[in-house]
């Protein structure tokens, strides 16, 4: 995988800022990101207590978020009824989406030319309650049917992607906590089909969380699901994994495994707000285990266009990011949680609803960046 497997993309959006970094205190046995052993022998005295040079000292990046509501900025863009259309106006007419930036025309995706290797795409926030599973499970089923091979991951010990596609957590014999910690299964005895073609699912149930405790002892910890995957690959063209709602092992085991991000930001300040502790951890993770990662889109969900406080967020989120926000932005609407009852996606649950269409639009953007087949 070259580093140009997302067009156009960074490693981190311009408007992230190099700030001076503290003095780092001392991390707890475990921990994925430790110092190499000795490097603490290394600094004398002096140094400990000197004022840090800012020619000198480390910086990591920080994304510039507003610390009250008092810094929101005001909407720069205004709903009408007409932006429930998707993104693609079927009569060509330029209209400016609710990013406050003109929509583009999407190309039609075209079928696949070849099977493989799969590009790896971690859903990862570590707040919860953002839409993680959800766009997991109908991005995935969206892509499927333009005949790519999708495999979805569930990396969460609560089991929500399996539930949303009908497998129940708890009567599962193996799963992905098998596959990481025991070497002798293998990934066809725990991968299974679903309902909507060419998407298959990893699932998992609560066995996962002993997976956090019990990888800290393991060597290169941090590659092991990468490890795992390797022979599974050249069988798929999309490989989705849904993060659990933190930044520990599990989730950096996703973000190592993966060539690019989707974050899916819920439309409120305090999902904003959390977006820096996240590029902290992709910078860490872009510096020590994985430099090939890439942010593919920040994605806006549960939007509610009829309220100032939404766009405000949206607004600020493009600000930020710039050209790394997707067009497409998911408003709420209350078909999602029928599917999770039914246990199917909303492309065949609801297929002609304006849900669907708008992952089917969200496909359309992550195709175009990261192009599969």
Request: net charge negative; glycine share 6%.
């Amino acid at each position: 995988m070259n580093e140009s497997t997302f067009p156009g993309t960074q490693h981190l959006p311009s408007s992230i800022e190099p700030m001076s970094s503290p003095t780092p205190e001392p991390s707890a046995p475990g921990h994925p990101f430790d110092a190499a052993p000795g490097a603490e022998a290394s600094s004398t005295p002096d140094s400990a207590t000197a004022e840090p040079d800012a020619e000198t000292t480390p910086t990591s990046h920080r994304t510039v978020v507003p610390h009250s509501y008092a810094e929101m900025p005001r909407p720069t863009a205004k709903l009408t009824a007409e932006d429930v259309q998707p993104v693609n106006d079927p009569h060509g007419a330029i209209k400016i989406g609710p990013t406050g930036r003109p929509l583009p025309d999407l190309p039609e995706v075209q079928p696949p030319t070849r099977r493989g290797p799969a590009q790896v795409i971690a859903m990862c926030n570590q707040k919860g309650g953002v839409g993680k599973t959800t766009t997991t499970i109908n991005l995935g089923a969206a892509i499927a049917e333009t005949g790519r091979k999708v495999l979805l991951i569930d990396f969460d010990p609560q089991g929500s992607a399996s539930i949303g596609l009908g497998v129940q957590p708890h009567d599962l014999e193996l799963s992905v906590y098998n596959l990481l910690m025991q070497r002798d299964i293998r990934p066809d005895e725990v991968i299974r089909p679903t309902k909507v073609d060419n998407l298959d699912l990893l699932p998992a149930n609560i066995d996962l969380s002993a997976a956090e405790v019990q990888l800290v002892q393991e060597v290169a910890r941090e590659y092991t699901l990468q490890r795992v995957l390797e022979p599974i690959l050249p069988y798929y063209d999309i490989v989705l994994i849904d993060c659990a709602p933190s930044l520990g092992l599990l989730t950096v085991n996703a973000l190592t495994a993966s060539n690019g991000i989707v974050v899916p930001l819920e439309c409120e300040f305090f999902a904003l707000r959390g977006l820096a502790m996240l590029t902290d951890t992709i910078g860490k993770v872009q510096d020590r285990l994985n430099p090939k990662l890439e942010i593919v889109g920040i994605l806006g969900t549960m939007f509610d266009g009829r309220t100032t406080h939404a766009r405000e967020v949206l607004d600020r989120v493009v600000q930020a990011f710039d050209e790394r926000v997707f067009h497409t932005v998911i408003r709420r609407t209350v078909k999602f949680p029928e599917t999770t009852v039914v246990g199917e996606p909303i492309t065949t649950y609801a297929p002609s609803s304006s849900a669907a269409t708008q992952y089917r639009d969200l496909a359309k953007e992550v195709l175009a960046r990261c192009p599969a087949g």
